[in-house]
């Protein structure tokens, strides 16, 4: 067709490549628009993803924040008011006797709607049972538990507390000459005579020597009834043949530490260790119970003790003490509680509520601890 | 109301909302911030607040003391109304503190130094008033009292003042863990909004500025040649909108153009190789009458002068023949090279018939037929001799009957039919294919030929008036005669 084949040729080729870029072109463009759709999703799914992420966060973030002020705030939650406010004020309060105690009454004052502040002498603080007294008259509490020792002045307090509408509760001793509401605790006769009891369980044709560690003015005549119970029963026990010194030794006024002291002291001099030792509270039994695995005279002195913490329980089971008296800590509470919310209720309440006490021996401890095994 | 929509906003006012919102983003991420801190100072300025508030009590309380000491130790005037007045004051601070019975060690503490403090102030008052009343053993004795009281509530002060510290300091580690969580969120906070921003704006960005790049891919494509590529269409009415639209209507018309162009260039080059092969076949021609090494001129110059010659001499009938001779070869001469009408050749068809019969003693019996309108049309020259010299040779000559051409010119609906017809050998089919395909040269045989042969005729007509199959042989066999048809169109 055209005289110049080379001519022909080119327009061919450009035809050709034409074609071939149209192909090129439309694919291109199919790959775009593809490429275009998948690029709006993947900003659809960035944008969502973002969003997620921040309201994730947020919501983390916040939760986290609920949680740590949550923390603090949960103290102020638990918090509720009470109708009455009593104080307990005893010597030693952090000792786990007390501390069983205050559990205990702490625990039905809550359930007559009253609160109870334990309060006493410890390490941190230089106020006597007398301060402690003063305060609560002063911040008019409505009712006062007293771990009552005979100390001088004590008994002129519970007057102005009395005086001022506030009832006294005495608890271990009674304060006879005080208007003190109730006592709640072991009669001086009941303890001497139940201490007698086992003192005589354990006196033998070598006794020579027993001593009993108190911690109260032992001038006082009602307070003797422990000693008196205790000697007489050790005396019937021997006979008229066979003399004991039956000795007393009072605590009260030893002071910090001063208990430890004075029951090192007994141990210190060898050829004065009694033969039997019969403590009458908690503190001093685990004094007694150091002392003689110190000097290693365990098995040599009889050791009556009091209370049953999980040292003292020990011991009893390893044969360092022969006997302790478990006082019911829990009815201590309860009855301390119940004479003061019938105070409140009736504005007067029983004079005198009578705590079991109950002596535990080697085997009775094991017991008690296959029991609690098997609960 | 016609939607807004966001292709339809100019590339200006694209940016600007972009960056705008950006701007808004991280704004409100500042102002966010801003509140979280600011709340989290706020708690933090709490903290010790308690702390402060107590060491105030604390104040006024120890100037309440001192006040009745004083007034007790001097009895000023000035003494009592200051403790008068610290006296209410401290009533005041009391007020804040709780007095229930709750079991919280703090507010419990609280209660207790309220209650005694109101007691510790009852007995001042008590002892002032004494004071007051001379009563020197009463004065001194609550004054003891007081005093006494003035240590218990101080103490308690003291161990309210360290709870407080020891709660404050817990929920101060606390704040100091949300502060650090709050740094750490914030940073992360930003981050994602920084990065999601960032790849928003890029993505925005890149949409706006796409159909730049393709359309650049496009026009690369379209300046290699490509005019069936479009850009996609787009309704949006921004700067890009417009622009793509143009370059679609810019690759349409020139899509166009090109096709008109190309289409205009093979028309002039088809017409051109026409121009070369009717040159050709001219050529040809030419070099036939040259071949045959006659000067033309110089032969119908002598025969004009025969002629001449033959009228002197009275020799009429020879002085025609001559003459006749003379006008056919000038015919030749003339028209070699362009058309002539169909009147002249037919007059050329009647000269050289009559040199024949003058040749041959009137063996050759010619009859025509014309439709004289028809004379003036053009034609190619030299294509009627060349046919009736066929018939002549090829026809009717050696053959035992009597041999009569028969020349027709009519008009039909095509335009013009020029029917030269023998009664000599007639034609086989083949012979008949032979010719129109110009395989067979039937002129080159006679030595007594004009040298113009079939296929020259056939080929001019076909250049001439552009169509095929101008020339038809029609025989019905060996000896009934042939007749050829030559259609002249009349449009041209």
């Known amino acids: 067709m055209s005289s110049n084949p080379a001519n022909y040729y080119l327009i061919i080729y450009i035809k050709k490549k034409a074609n071939d870029a149209d192909l090129l072109y439309n694919e291109i463009y199919q790959t775009k628009g593809m490429t275009i759709m998948k690029k709006k999703g993947m900003t659809l799914g960035l944008l969502l993803s973002g969003a997620g992420l921040l309201i994730l966060l947020h919501m983390t973030g916040e939760s986290y924040l609920n949680g740590l002020a949550g923390a603090n705030r949960q103290?102020?939650?638990?918090?509720?008011?009470?109708?009455?406010?009593?104080?307990?004020?005893?010597?030693?309060?952090?000792?786990?006797?007390?501390?069983?105690?205050?559990?205990?009454?702490?625990?039905?004052?809550?359930?007559?709607?009253?609160?109870?502040?334990?309060?006493?002498?410890?390490?941190?603080?230089?106020?006597?049972?007398?301060?402690?007294?003063?305060?609560?008259?002063?911040?008019?509490?409505?009712?006062?538990?007293?771990?009552?020792?005979?100390?001088?002045?004590l008994e002129d307090k519970i007057d102005e507390a009395v005086a001022d509408g506030i009832p006294v509760v005495t608890l271990m001793n009674d304060a006879v000459h005080s208007k003190r509401q109730t006592f709640v605790g072991v009669s001086d006769y009941q303890l001497g005579s139940a201490y007698g009891e086992k003192?005589?369980?354990?006196?033998?044709?070598?006794?020579?020597?027993?001593?009993?560690?108190?911690?109260?003015?032992?001038?006082?005549?009602?307070?003797?009834?422990?000693?008196?119970?205790?000697?007489?029963?050790?005396?019937?026990?021997?006979?008229?043949?066979?003399?004991?010194?039956?000795?007393?030794?009072?605590?009260?006024?030893?002071?910090?530490?001063?208990?430890?002291?004075?029951?090192?002291?007994?141990?210190?001099?060898?050829?004065?260790?009694?033969?039997?030792?019969?403590c009458m509270d908690a503190d001093t039994t685990e004094c007694a119970r150091q002392a003689v695995l110190d000097f290693n005279l365990a098995g040599k002195v009889t050791i009556i003790g009091y209370y049953t913490s999980p040292?003292?329980?020990?011991?009893?089971?390893?044969?360092?003490?022969?006997?302790?008296?478990?006082?019911?800590?829990?009815?201590?509470?309860?009855?301390?509680?119940?004479?003061?919310?019938?105070?409140?209720?009736?504005?007067r309440s029983n004079s005198y509520y009578n705590v079991d006490i109950n002596f535990l021996d080697k085997d009775a401890v094991r017991a008690l601890r296959r029991e609690g095994l098997s609960e | 109301m016609k939607r807004i929509r966001w292709k339809d906003f100019s590339l200006v006012s694209?940016?600007?909302?972009?960056?705008?919102?950006?701007?808004?983003?991280?704004?409100?991420?500042?102002?966010?911030?801003?509140?979280?801190?600011?709340?989290?100072?706020?708690?933090?300025?709490?903290?010790?607040?308690?702390?402060?508030?107590?060491?105030?009590?604390?104040?006024?309380?120890?100037?309440?003391?001192?006040?009745?000491?004083?007034?007790?130790?001097?009895?000023?005037?000035?003494?009592?109304?200051?403790?008068?007045?610290?006296?209410?004051?401290?009533?005041?601070?009391?007020?804040?503190?709780?007095?229930?019975?709750?079991?919280?060690?703090?507010?419990?503490?609280?209660?207790?130094?309220?209650?005694?403090?109101?007691?510790?102030?009852?007995?001042?008052?008590?002892?002032?008033?004494?004071?007051?009343?001379?009563?020197?053993?009463?004065?001194?004795r609550k004054y003891e009292d007081s005093t006494r009281l003035y240590s218990y509530i101080q103490t308690a002060i003291d161990e309210l003042n360290n709870q407080l510290f020891k709660e404050n300091t817990s929920s101060y580690s606390v704040l100091r863990q949300m502060m650090r969580y709050l740094e750490i969120s914030n940073i992360i906070f930003m981050l994602v909004i920084v990065a999601v921003g960032m790849i928003l704006l890029i993505m925005a960005t890149r949409g706006m500025f796409r159909?730049?790049?393709?359309?650049?891919?496009?026009?690369?494509?379209?300046?290699?040649?490509?005019?069936h590529v479009k850009m996609p269409d787009t309704d949006s009415q921004d700067e890009l909108g417009e622009v793509t639209r143009a370059f679609n209507t810019m690759v349409e018309n020139l899509d166009v153009y090109m096709a008109k162009t190309k289409e205009s260039m093979e028309k002039e080059q088809q017409m051109m190789e026409r121009e070369l092969l009717m040159e050709n076949h001219l050529k040809e021609a030419q070099l036939k009458y040259l071949q045959s090494q006659i000067n033309p001129h110089f032969l119908f110059n002598s025969l004009n002068a025969g002629a001449q010659l033959a009228m002197m001499e009275d020799a009429e009938k020879t002085g025609i023949f001559v003459e006749k001779m003379a006008d056919f070869f000038r015919y030749n001469v003339k028209k070699g090279q362009e058309d002539a009408t169909l009147g002249e050749e037919l007059e050329a068809v009647d000269n050289y018939i009559y040199i024949l019969n003058v040749r041959f003693a009137g063996d050759i019996h010619f009859s025509s037929d014309v439709d004289e309108s028809v004379e003036n049309v053009r034609v190619p020259s030299m294509i009627l001799q060349p046919v009736v010299e066929n018939a002549v040779n090829h026809g009717i000559r050696d053959i035992d009957w009597e041999g009569q051409i028969h020349l027709t010119v009519t008009r039909d609906p095509r335009g013009i039919c020029i029917s030269i017809c023998d009664n000599g050998k007639g034609m086989s089919e083949e012979e008949i294919q032979n010719v129109l395909s110009g395989n067979k040269e039937h002129s080159t045989q006679e030595g007594d030929s004009t040298g113009i042969g079939m296929n020259n005729v056939i080929s001019r007509l076909e250049l001439y008036y552009e169509q095929p199959d101008l020339l038809e042989i029609y025989s019905e066999g060996a000896g009934k005669g042939t007749e050829v048809v030559i259609h002249i169109p009349l449009i041209r």
Do not use: H
Not at chain 1, 220 to 233: E, G, H, V
């Open chain 1, 199 to 278: 003192v005589a369980d354990y006196v033998t044709r070598d006794t020579k020597n027993i001593l009993i560690l108190l911690k109260r003015n032992i001038d006082d005549m009602n307070q003797s009834q422990i000693y008196t119970q205790i000697s007489n029963a050790a005396q019937a026990k021997t006979g008229a043949g066979q003399p004991v010194t039956v000795s007393v030794k009072n605590l009260l006024s030893s002071g910090t530490f001063g208990t430890e002291e004075a029951v090192t002291d007994i141990f210190q001099q060898r050829n004065k260790v009694p033969d039997i030792l019969v």
């Open chain 2, 14 to 140: 694209k940016i600007v909302i972009e960056v705008g919102l950006i701007a808004g983003l991280l704004f409100t991420m500042n102002l966010l911030f801003y509140v979280r801190i600011n709340s989290s100072m706020q708690k933090m300025d709490n903290v010790y607040a308690s702390n402060a508030q107590l060491t105030d009590l604390s104040q006024v309380f120890e100037q309440v003391q001192d006040n009745m000491y004083e007034y007790l130790k001097v009895k000023s005037s000035q003494s009592l109304m200051d403790y008068y007045q610290n006296e209410a004051r401290y009533r005041n601070e009391l007020e804040k503190l709780n007095d229930k019975n709750i079991n919280d060690s703090v507010k419990l503490l609280e209660r207790n130094i309220r209650k005694m403090s109101e007691t510790y102030l009852d007995c001042t008052a008590e002892t002032v008033a004494a004071k007051r009343g001379r009563n020197v053993e009463k004065y001194k």
């Open chain 2, 211 to 227: 159909p730049l790049t393709s359309m650049a891919e496009t026009a690369q494509l379209v300046g290699q040649g490509n005019f």
């Open chain 1, 75 to 153: 103290m102020q939650a638990d918090t509720k008011e009470y109708m009455y406010k009593y104080d307990m004020i005893v010597d030693n309060p952090e000792s786990s006797f007390w501390q069983a105690v205050y559990a205990s009454a702490e625990k039905w004052a809550r359930e007559n709607d009253s609160l109870l502040e334990l309060k006493g002498t410890d390490e941190e603080s230089q106020y006597t049972k007398l301060d402690y007294m003063n305060v609560s008259i002063a911040s008019r509490a409505d009712g006062i538990i007293l771990q009552y020792s005979g100390e001088d002045g």
């Open chain 1, 311 to 347: 040292d003292i329980l020990t011991a009893v089971e390893k044969g360092v003490l022969a006997l302790t008296c478990d006082v019911d800590t829990e009815q201590m509470g309860k009855y301390s509680i119940e004479a003061l919310t019938e105070f409140q209720k009736d504005g």
